[in-house]
T-cell receptor, first 112, second 114 residues
Framework: QKEVEQDPGPLSVPEGAIVSLNCTYSNSAFQYFMWYRQYSRKGPELLMYTYSSGNKEDGRFTAQVDKSSKYISLFIRDSQPSDSATYLCAMGFNQAGTALIFGKGTTLSVSS | EPEVTQTPSHQVTQMGQEVILRCVPISNHLYFYWYRQILGQKVEFLVS????????KSEIFDDQFSVERPDGSNFTLKIRSTKLEDSAMYFCASARTGNDQPQHFGDGTRLSIL
């Protein structure tokens, strides 16, 4: 089973808020975990990339992976109107050239 | 920063016609992928390609689909006889190596079948 579940939202927050986005999955074989941002009529843009469990921080973005709970999160601090987009989680296996499995995406709107 | 480029941005085709979607992956990347996204649905994997061979394909990628790397820079997806349900955004992606490096996506081709 390759399912990845993600609440589609929409999620609306005021500028400066902390945003928490989450995905759950069922296949324990996933080893790579990614967050992509997608603006309307654009392709997925890589935000964060994590191997196995743990945390990774990049500026205002923090990605967390909890493999024991099969749960990943993306936190956005000090959210900006420019963060308004759809956020896609994606997961991959530890085998070269194989598919990424995507969640449906969460639509985020940050109001000024 | 290098990027994946896709042409055309929008393709309108009559049902039953053949269509070729084109992609130029990032130059030092070795793995190439096609995904599609039907409006309002998840991004779905179609096929991966490495060393001039298909590495993996999904159930969606049936005999109507084919991929080719005709030269050192282009990567194409051909749909032989398009159906209404082929209408979607088609994204090309590339990665420098296998899954230990992330896949980078182009902005897609919107395919509309009439």
């Amino acid at each position: 089973q390759k399912e990845v579940e993600q609440d589609p939202g929409p999620l609306s927050v005021p500028e400066g808020a902390i945003v928490s986005l989450n995905c759950t999955y069922s296949n324990s074989a996933f080893q790579y975990f990614m967050w992509y941002r997608q603006y309307s009529r654009k392709g997925p843009e890589l935000l964060m990339y994590t191997y196995s469990s743990g945390n990774k921080e990049d500026g205002r973005f923090t990605a967390q992976v909890d493999k024991s709970s099969k749960y990943i999160s993306l936190f956005i601090r000090d959210s900006q109107p420019s963060d308004s987009a759809t956020y896609l989680c994606a997961m991959g296996f530890n085998q070269a050239g194989t598919a990424l499995i995507f969640g449906k995406g969460t639509t985020l709107s940050v109001s000024s | 920063e290098p990027e994946v480029t896709q042409t055309p941005s929008h393709q309108v085709t009559q049902m039953g016609q053949e269509v070729i979607l084109r992609c130029v992956p990032i130059s030092n990347h070795l793995y190439f992928y096609w995904y599609r996204q039907i409006l309002g649905q998840k991004v779905e994997f179609l096929v991966s390609f490495y060393n001039n061979e298909i590495s993996e394909k999904s159930e969606i990628f049936d005999d109507q689909f084919s991929v080719e790397r005709p030269d050192g820079s282009n990567f194409t997806l051909k749909i032989r006889s398009t159906k209404l349900e082929d209408s979607a955004m088609y994204f090309c992606a590339s990665a420098r190596t296998g899954n230990d490096q992330p896949q980078h996506f182009g902005d897609g081709t919107r395919l509309s079948i009439l």
